[in-house]
């Protein structure tokens, strides 16, 4: 791959969790899916204490982009496909103390339009923000997940994330925005909600993922093509399975701790 990036680009820390969501399949997957864009949100967005307040709605056609790597997982398992990510950036590490409330309310209202919720967290400032393209808005995103292989440890999964794969990622060129985030051990507790499911078997835990922006659908599929191959070499060490999703929409509802009065897309 060759290098365009001609300086390290700015990079800012987080707190950050993310929510995995499955729709219920009683209802029509739409019908959820407006739910979850309109009323629920409000919900999460009065919440004291967010930084940053996303959602990732990703497409309902996603079996896997990655392309067939030996020895990793990039099909994805038909009941394990996420139907979208709720994407909750904090002020800081004491903020999801202040929340309490609005949290009891997303649990309300959790039943009413999800079947599954899985809550993935890290440390305070592991959540990684990259100015690849300072002025530039993504028109097109993927959201990839990374599960760490049997013989991998979770500090040098870590710092493959961090010291490898970031690099050769900016370095690909092909980007507008970049985002990792690495996970604790995933717990139940921490997102117990009633009447949804939270089975996650442990052959089927996330470490990281990555939010990649693209100028457009045709820069992100030829990321795929281009550049995919030579990261399934760097990636294949160390992970045993790299689930690639297209993103349809990526919604903001609050943005510098400020409640936005309509969402930015």
């Not at 950036?89 to 899985?118: C, M």
């Not at 690909?172 to 939270?198: C, I």
């Not at 294949?236 to 993103?247: E, F, K, Q, R, T």
Request: hydrophobic residues 35%; proline residues 8%; aromatic residues 10%.
């Amino acid at each position: 791959m060759t290098d365009t990036t001609p300086t390290k680009p700015d990079v800012s820390k987080h707190f950050t969790s993310s929510i995995l969501l499955w729709m219920r399949t009683d209802k029509p997957r739409q019908e959820g899916m407006d739910r979850w864009k309109g009323p629920h949100s409000g919900i999460i967005a009065a919440t004291p204490g967010l930084f940053e307040y996303r959602q990732i709605h990703l497409a309902e056609h996603n079996p896997g982009r990655w392309p067939d790597t030996s020895g990793v997982e990039t099909a994805i398992p038909a009941d394990r496909k996420i139907d979208g990510i709720a994407e909750v950036t904090f002020e800081n590490a004491l903020s999801p103390l202040s929340g309490r409330k609005q949290t009891a309310l997303a649990f309300e209202d959790e039943v009413n339009i999800f079947r599954r919720t899985l809550l993935h967290a890290g440390p305070p400032g592991t959540s990684r923000w990259y100015d690849v393209a300072p002025g530039y808005k993504p028109g097109s995103r993927a959201i990839i997940y990374l599960r760490r292989g049997a013989d991998e440890g979770s500090v040098a999964f870590h710092k493959f994330l961090k010291k490898q794969l970031t690099p050769a990622l900016i370095a690909t060129g092909a980007l507008t925005e970049l985002r990792t985030q690495v996970f604790l051990p995933w717990n139940e507790k921490t997102w117990d909600t009633p009447n949804v499911a939270h089975d996650n078997p442990a052959d089927q835990h996330l470490n990281a993922s990555v939010i990649l922006g693209f100028t457009d659908d045709r820069a992100r599929d030829r990321f795929y093509t281009d550049h995919a191959p030579d990261l399934s070499t760097l990636l294949a060490p160390h992970v045993a399975a790299v689930h690639a999703y297209d993103v349809t929409d990526a919604l903001t509802y609050v943005n510098d701790s400020q409640i936005l009065p309509h969402y930015e897309n």
